[in-house]
């Protein structure tokens, strides 16, 4: 149990598109999802969290009108990166805490999303 | 703004002793987590602290946060080929709304 998938697993796409990358809990509810970046070979930086029908809080630095955050069910979170440029190339990656755990703090992460931009 | 080192870098050790991480913060911090990453893998969460002074363990993986809520570490007893990874630690500052800053991870090597 507690799954979490991504997709697409990687993608590439040119300087100036938009880009959306889906995080599903498989099989449980989430009302809270994280969205991370890492760059190779460095740590987690945590972007923001996606709360279930509500805006996301966004950590100190992170552009929301850049990386667009949108939690419209329970097991889903999509993050839109917009006019993507070279420097928004990571590795992106979610994860969900279990609504029905109550006060546990356990994450479970997705697979992650290779994203190039060229 | 708020520092998050981890220490050792890097660690080998040879199957069956013991290894510790250690977390260290420039800011007083409202929780610490945990996560392990395998080579190639994703993150997995081990635990989060948020008391003074308290003290988790997991079969043989001991964790400790600091009475000033300004370090941690994590200790793990008679590793075994199985902890190999990168094990990072996150912390969230105290006072209102403060960022989360994940540490720079020490990747262990178990020889078998």
């Known amino acids: 149990g507690a799954v979490v998938s991504q997709h697409p697993s990687w993608v590439i796409c040119k300087s100036g598109t938009s880009v959306k990358i889906e995080c599903r809990s498989l099989d449980f509810q989430a009302t809270t999802m994280f969205w991370y970046r890492q760059f190779p070979k460095q740590s987690l930086m945590l972007m923001a969290t996606s709360n279930e029908g509500s805006k996301a809080t966004y950590e100190q630095g992170v552009e929301k009108d850049k990386f667009l955050i949108n939690h419209a069910s329970l097991t889903l979170s999509t993050l839109t990166v917009t006019s993507a440029h070279p420097e928004d190339s990571s590795f992106y990656i979610c994860?969900?805490?279990?609504?029905?755990?109550?006060?546990?703090?356990?994450?479970?992460f997705g697979p992650g999303t290779r994203l190039t931009v060229t | 703004g708020q520092q998050v080192m981890q220490i050792p870098q890097y660690q080998h050790v040879q199957e069956g002793e013991d290894f510790t991480t250690y977390c260290n913060s420039s800011?007083?911090?409202?929780?610490i987590q945990w996560y392990k990453q395998r080579p190639g893998g994703h993150p997995v969460f081990l635990i989060q602290?948020?008391?003074?002074?308290e003290v988790k363990k997991q079969k043989r993986l001991t964790f400790q946060f600091g009475e000033a809520k300004k370090n941690s570490s994590l200790h793990i007893t008679a590793t075994q080929t199985t902890d190999v990874g990168t094990y990072f630690c996150?912390?969230?500052?105290?006072?209102?709304?403060?960022?989360?800053?994940f540490g720079t991870g020490t990747k262990l090597q178990v020889i078998p």
């Open positions: 602290l948020v008391k003074s002074g």
């Open positions: 996150a912390g969230r500052g105290s006072g209102g709304y403060q960022k989360v800053t």
């Open positions: 800011t007083t911090l409202s929780n």
């Open positions: 994860s969900a805490r279990d609504s029905w755990t109550g006060s546990s703090y356990e994450q479970y």
